[in-house]
């Protein structure tokens, strides 16, 4: 019962199916970042399986390459765009501000910054599809190209509404959409122990922490039919059938690949066509730089910290870094930190700066001994792969909600980005270190994550072939998917019966009425 | 990308970590009747893996045997019992019965039909496992042979009792549960999408059926709480912590392996800990008897009509057999009827009359054109498997439900037991034998079926060894599980949720009027 076997097995699994395959044509929607890493570990897995591969991205793209080998490109010209890497550094100032007010405060003014926030991307989004609907000449030639598959990431709906548009069967590589976690789209997510995304609960609430998940929950649906609904409307009405809706829409996928596993994700309920693949990037460290091996291995026994800040953070600000890189001076371990921009002065002679760090090989390193993240869903995974104890310092978007997991499992500790200090932090750090209970938790997350009957890259790829195969997955699709919110809900049922019952109840209250006024004028003029 | 390589490979993977694997110690809880079938097919695999099993049944089981090669077996001596071969006979002629009824009045019928079935299945369970736990030899035996897991069927929870009772890891082979899919004791089950057992509802139905469903699934609720809760009430005063409750210890289990595959059921909410197994007994055809075989070949060009009733019902009611018997007679391919009971009187030459048939074998020979089925699972999973076209006539408890599915699919023709006539009949078997596009839709389902990365069987087994490597899968388990009914669906914060904005406005009136009243009067005084 080996778990090693087991991915081994896997491998030579997928190894062999190779040879059965025959290529497909599958057009590619990415989104940008970190989500833009994700696609590429499928991408490559189906170009060394024989898949024909066409990518579509804008020419603003912050990460997407314009040519490749790999892949044919389609750049869509757009002029402008609001997402820059100046605007991660404006949305990180917010959210340390944010970090600082009140629970109350805070909850209203996260949700007037989430309106804004879905505003600009989707207003982004809603210029790219509309340049690409727009040139007829370019969805003659998508439409001439018959594909037989979008696989796309509909975290931003421009690849759900060209996969339509162009009624291609359809697989997501997904784990956010609209306002939240994708499974709300399309499978029950009672908010009595699904927490919502930037709650920061787990799915352990109290009653009052229940009643803020319900307002979350409410004011997320609100948000989806208020702020995003209405900025494709006009899109919709010019090239879609009458009847078309987004949300239908989004909900029309075959298969939904989830970036989740339950090994780090809450247990809720799922659908048919949701197919798990957390960590299907993670995989066995390769030997690092002969440079970087020195390095590690000067570390003695005290070993290495590896720090590492997500892709779309360019730079943290000042009072962070320096409060960071005092704590590490103060380490005996050695520390190599992912980090651009301007070196911070307190920095000890045990740091190391890399502007880019081979972040799996360092993980799986004998020598590290703690990650320290701000929990972007990638490290966190990569993590878990390697049974590293992770420090973390969530900035943006699900990295609190990603925080708030590993701490209640007991795999990390959480440092607050708001009210950080050296002292707090360097106490946390050390607590990670030389605390065994967080290593050993994590070695066994570790152990039951890699513990599959099929690798989750592999099952991704089974399912995209499966699609490709049977040419849809139309069988695994919920009828719900065709309900109206109040059907689905039943209170349309609901509603009716309590017609009928108060009817009933009226009318046997009249007749009683009546029958005794009878009976008492009968007995008056008796 | 070849389904024949998936299952070949599959196989492979087995035999394969087959080596790796160390035994278990596993305490299998069965039900009897066809449910026994399938333990058995689980059990076998998990002998040749070499585990160690230990069976528990009742003296009074009518198929569960008294010894076996393949494991222990404890029976625990009952005096009597109601479920025998002439229950069944009983219940077969009320369903019949009950199907000549107008669906308002079949309603309240069945209702009351459930109920009393209940009680009397939930009275035998609870007679054996009150005799079980208070045979303290007997328990003070099980507790020191120290099993590592029990597998059951739940469907009535006598070991699910014992599985707590013993702080066992648990594995589930269930379908049914309570009243009636499993899913709903521990996954969203909406009503308006989610068709109820015995409803006959497909996933699409229109607003009267939705109101009927809600109905029924308000019902079942309701014979949950008041039927089947209460039988058990004073054993697990007498036997478990005061705190303890059926639902809770039903919902416990680790994983529970579901005999579901989406190819049959209405695609619906699962659960992180729920694995699809549908169809896993099925098996590619093995040789059949040199006389069985020709008789098979004597039939030509026109093929042979495959005939089973099923493991419970021993004998159709007379209308009924001569009905089928004489439809028969007139078909020009020949009919091998699985068959027990009175020989009808109009039975045609071309009909072969056995007491047991090798259904799957048959199934899947080349000269097999239509299985005439009543609908129980086993039959309709290998008739998929196998891609032949069905004719049902179900009878008893699920096999109207599952004779819905696959007539919605397009695979089946249904004939309904209460008004069947031999023309109707006839004219029913004719067209599923002469319409290509019942074998045709059915060819179709059995592609899809065969069609996996891991055989139905094989992630049986992978799971009942994963929660023995990890002694549990608690990780898997929602904290939905913990919740009353009340907090899962948000009432209780609804419900405060009215009360704070209905003590607002009620203050916000007072408030406005006390202010009226003042100004009102300032200006008389003025």
């Given at each position: 019962?080996?778990?090693?076997?087991?991915?081994?097995?896997s491998s030579c699994c997928l190894l062999f199916l190779a040879g059965f395959s025959s290529g497909g044509k599958i057009l590619v929607f990415p989104e940008d970042g970190?989500?833009?890493?994700?696609?590429?570990?499928?991408?490559?897995?189906?170009?060394?399986?024989?898949?024909?591969?066409?990518?579509?991205?804008?020419?603003?793209?912050?990460?997407?390459?314009?040519?490749?080998?790999?892949?044919?490109?389609?750049?869509?010209?757009?002029?402008?765009?609001?997402?820059?890497?100046?605007?991660?550094?404006?949305?990180?100032?917010?959210?340390?501000?944010?970090?600082?007010?009140?629970?109350?405060?805070?909850?209203?003014?996260?949700?007037?910054?989430?309106?804004?926030?879905?505003?600009?991307?989707?207003?982004?989004?809603?210029?790219?599809?509309?340049?690409?609907?727009?040139?007829?000449?370019?969805?003659?030639?998508?439409?001439?190209?018959?594909?037989?598959?979008?696989?796309?990431?509909?975290?931003?709906?421009?690849?759900?509404?060209?996969?339509?548009?162009?009624?291609?069967?359809?697989?997501?590589?997904?784990?956010?959409?609209?306002?939240?976690?994708?499974?709300?789209?399309?499978?029950?997510?009672?908010?009595?122990?699904?927490?919502?995304?930037?709650?920061?609960?787990?799915?352990?609430?109290?009653?009052?922490?229940?009643?803020?998940?319900?307002?979350?929950?409410?004011?997320?649906?609100?948000?989806?039919?208020?702020?995003?609904?209405?900025?494709?409307?006009?899109?919709?009405?010019?090239?879609?059938?009458?009847?078309?809706?987004?949300?239908?829409?989004?909900?029309?996928?075959?298969?939904?690949?989830?970036?989740?596993?339950?090994?780090?994700?809450?247990?809720?309920?799922?659908?048919?066509?949701?197919?798990?693949?957390?960590?299907?990037?993670?995989?066995?460290?390769?030997?690092?730089?002969?440079?970087?091996?020195?390095?590690?291995?000067?570390?003695?026994?005290?070993?290495?910290?590896?720090?590492?800040?997500?892709?779309?953070?360019?730079?943290?600000?000042?009072?962070?870094?320096?409060?960071?890189?005092?704590?590490?001076?103060?380490?005996?371990?050695?520390?190599?930190?992912?980090?651009?921009?301007?070196?911070?002065?307190?920095?000890?002679?045990?740091?190391?700066?890399?502007?880019?760090?081979?972040?799996?090989?360092?993980?799986?390193?004998?020598?590290?001994?703690?990650?320290?993240?701000?929990?972007?869903?990638?490290?966190?995974?990569?993590?878990?792969?390697?049974?590293?104890?992770?420090?973390?310092?969530?900035?943006?978007?699900?990295?609190?909600?990603?925080?708030?997991?590993?701490?209640?499992?007991?795999?990390?500790?959480?440092?607050?980005?708001?009210?950080?200090?050296?002292?707090?932090?360097?106490?946390?750090?050390?607590?990670?270190?030389?605390?065994?209970?967080?290593?050993?938790?994590?070695?066994?997350?570790?152990?039951?994550?890699?513990?599959?009957?099929?690798?989750?890259?592999?099952?991704?790829?089974?399912?995209?072939?499966?699609?490709?195969?049977?040419?849809?997955?139309?069988?695994?699709?919920?009828?719900?998917?065709?309900?109206?919110?109040?059907?689905?809900?039943?209170?349309?049922?609901?509603?009716?019966?309590?017609?009928?019952?108060?009817?009933?109840?009226?009318?046997?209250?009249?007749?009683?009425?009546?029958?005794?006024?009878?009976?008492?004028?009968?007995?008056?003029?008796?």
């Amino acid at each position: 019962m080996g778990v090693n076997t087991n991915q081994l097995l896997s491998s030579c699994c997928l190894l062999f199916l190779a040879g059965f395959s025959s290529g497909g044509k599958i057009l590619v929607f990415p989104e940008d970042g970190s989500h833009w890493l994700n696609m590429q570990f499928i991408m490559k897995e189906l170009h060394v399986r024989g898949h024909n591969l066409t990518v579509v991205r804008s020419s603003r793209s912050l990460y997407i390459q314009a040519s490749s080998p790999l892949y044919t490109v389609i750049t869509v010209n757009i002029t402008e765009t609001a997402v820059d890497a100046e605007f991660f550094t404006i949305l990180l100032q917010r959210s340390v501000a944010l970090r600082k007010m009140s629970p109350i405060v805070r909850f209203f003014e996260q949700q007037r910054d989430v309106a804004t926030m879905l505003q600009i991307f989707h207003n982004g989004i809603l210029s790219l599809i509309s340049t690409m609907l727009d040139d007829s000449t370019l969805m003659k030639e998508l439409q001439d190209s018959k594909f037989d598959l979008m696989l796309t990431d509909p975290a931003f709906p421009a690849g759900v509404l060209l996969g339509n548009y162009l009624h291609l069967p359809m697989v997501y590589n997904v784990r956010w959409l609209n306002t939240g976690d994708a499974h709300m789209a399309i499978a029950p997510s009672p908010p009595s122990h699904v927490p919502m995304y930037n709650s920061m609960f787990s799915d352990k609430m109290d009653f009052l922490q229940r009643t803020e998940n319900f307002l979350r929950y409410v004011v997320s649906c609100l948000q989806e039919q208020f702020v995003i609904i209405p900025i494709y409307d006009k899109l919709l009405k010019k090239h879609f059938p009458s009847d078309s809706d987004l949300l239908t829409m989004q909900r029309s996928a075959d298969i939904w690949l989830m970036r989740v596993d339950f090994i780090l994700e809450f247990p809720r309920p799922g659908m048919p066509n949701v197919v798990y693949m957390g960590g299907f990037q993670c995989r066995p460290s390769q030997p690092i730089s002969a440079e970087l091996e020195d390095f590690m291995q000067s570390s003695g026994e005290h070993g290495v910290v590896v720090v590492s800040q997500g892709l779309t953070v360019t730079a943290l600000p000042k009072e962070i870094t320096e409060a960071i890189a005092s704590a590490f001076a103060k380490l005996p371990q050695k520390v190599i930190w992912r980090y651009m921009g301007e070196r911070p002065l307190s920095l000890g002679n045990n740091t190391m700066l890399l502007d880019w760090l081979p972040q799996n090989d360092l993980l799986g390193h004998p020598k590290t001994r703690v990650f320290v993240s701000h929990g972007g869903t990638n490290g966190i995974y990569e993590a878990i792969y390697h049974g590293v104890p992770v420090l973390l310092l969530p900035l943006l978007f699900d990295q609190f909600d990603n925080a708030v997991r590993l701490e209640v499992r007991g795999a990390a500790r959480v440092v607050d980005v708001g009210t950080i200090t050296s002292k707090e932090f360097l106490e946390a750090l050390q607590d990670v270190i030389r605390n065994p209970s967080y290593r050993n938790t994590m070695q066994k997350l570790s152990k039951l994550h890699r513990d599959w009957p099929l690798s989750p890259l592999d099952s991704a790829i089974f399912w995209i072939e499966y699609v490709l195969r049977h040419k849809g997955a139309r069988h695994l699709s919920s009828e719900a998917n065709n309900l109206p919110w109040y059907s689905y809900q039943c209170l349309d049922v609901i509603v009716f019966l309590i017609a009928i019952i108060s009817t009933a109840l009226w009318a046997s209250i009249i007749l009683c009425r009546l029958l005794c006024c009878r009976s008492n004028k009968k007995q008056k003029k008796d």
